[in-house]
Every structure is written in structure tokens, then in C-alpha cells.
């Protein structure tokens, strides 16, 4: 199951709503790996993707530049979750 990974950082607007987002999903999708990933950590790691915060990937594919609807979010995490099993 590929992990949830939002990438934040400070000063950034839209970042506390990706980071409600994130407890939205670990609330109601537990067992799906979430990862929290702010761009001032020297040992992050970002993908060439990440042009601005917050951003959404799955794995390592880019799902969202900016905060998806919550409902987009679980279906496609439900989706990627099925096609693994």
C-alpha cells in the first residue's frame, strides 16, 4: 500500500488544512501509512514533483497541488489500496 505523503512548510496557507486532512485520513483509513514531510527538514526528501505546499502524493506520484476534497482523497486511497490486494 503506497503511503500518503504531504509535503508543508511554514508560512504556508493552505498547509493547515493538509494537516487536518491528514488526521482526516489516519481517523478514518488507520492502517493507511500517512507521512508528514516539511520542506525545512535537511534530510527530506523531495521529489521533483513538489513545486509548492501543500502537496499531495501517493506513493510517489502526484495526486494533489493544493488540498483535494477529502471524498477524492479516501476514494483514490481506497482505489490504489484495492488494486493492491
Given at each position: 500500500m503506497p503511503p500518503l505523503r504531504v509535503f508543508v512548510a511554514p508560512g504556508c496557507t493552505g498547509c493547515v488544512r493538509a494537516l487536518e486532512l491528514s488526521a482526516f485520513v489516519e481517523r478514518r483509513r488507520p492502517t493507511h501509512p500517512v507521512e508528514i514531510v516539511d520542506l525545512t527538514d535537511p534530510r527530506a526528501r523531495v521529489p521533483d514533483t513538489v513545486v509548492g505546499t501543500p502537496a499531495f502524493?501517493?506513493?510517489?506520484?502526484?495526486?494533489?497541488?493544493?488540498?483535494?476534497?477529502?471524498?477524492?482523497?479516501?476514494?483514490?486511497?481506497?482505489?490504489?489500496?484495492?488494486?493492491?490486494?
Open positions: 502524493l501517493i506513493g510517489d506520484r502526484l495526486f494533489s497541488l493544493g488540498n483535494p476534497a477529502p471524498e477524492r482523497l479516501l476514494a483514490e486511497l481506497d482505489r490504489l489500496t484495492e488494486a493492491t490486494e
